[in-house]
């Protein structure tokens, strides 16, 4: 929900791993002047630990602190949405590092939805799919192709906060996914590269490892 309650607002997103530790944090929130940041309570003494030592002035905001408003309080989408230039900046995401120190990336408002498009295009992907949310949403195939995608779409989707293959191979059985979602898991279970294995036989496998699900 904050995602896109800062995307409505024309703030900038920065998708931050739950396991970085104090220096990666200290980098990457001195390096997009980060002004609030969204957490839980379980990341309470890391945050201080890292805002003692940030550069600029940043607040946080504990997710478990949300309150429900009283229904005079609510203020619709409609009313809090700003006129967005669609090559302004929506997110930044950070390259591996495996150069160097990971790079800021820059992506529009332009940039995510003609991806966006074009994945929902190019898999054929409507509301009447499922989504099964394996990867992480701090990282690009989580975000974009899960949550995001999952959004364009109007389709639902499963976040699987702790992978197990079985129970994720059971969910299969219960609530049936389509060719892509499995594939995509298929290929983040095996830890086998996208390149280097061709498409055909990656749904080959997720068709198989469907039907053993079910057996």
């Excluded at 002035?57 to 669609?86: N, Y």
Aim: charged content about 20%; proline content about 4%; overall charge negative.
């Amino acid at each position: 929900m904050s995602y896109f309650a800062s995307v409505t607002l024309g703030a900038i997103v920065v998708p931050l791993n739950d396991h970085y530790q104090q220096t990666e944090l200290l980098y990457f929130l001195d390096e997009c002047g980060v002004s609030l940041l969204v957490t839980s309570h379980e990341f309470a003494p890391l945050c201080q630990q890292v805002l003692s030592l940030q550069k600029g002035e940043c607040k946080v905001f504990f997710v478990e602190d949300q309150t429900g408003a009283a229904e005079s309080e609510l203020i619709s989408l409609g009313d809090l949405a700003m006129k967005i230039d669609s090559t302004a900046p929506v997110m930044y995401q950070f390259s591996s590092g495996s150069t160097g120190r990971p790079k800021r990336i820059a992506r529009t408002h332009a940039n995510l939805l003609f991806e966006l498009d074009s994945l929902l295009q190019t898999l054929q992907i409507t509301s009447e799919d499922r989504f099964l949310g394996v990867a992480p949403f701090s990282h690009v195939n989580g975000l974009m192709r899960s949550m995001l995608a999952s959004v364009r779409a109007g389709a639902p989707i499963m976040n699987i906060t702790h992978c197990s293959k079985k129970r994720e191979l059971q969910s299969t059985k219960q609530q049936p996914y389509s060719e892509h979602e499995l594939f995509a898991y298929w290929e983040i279970r095996s830890g086998d590269s996208w390149l280097t294995i061709p498409k055909a036989v990656l749904v080959t496998a997720c068709r198989t490892e469907a039907r053993g699900a079910s057996s």
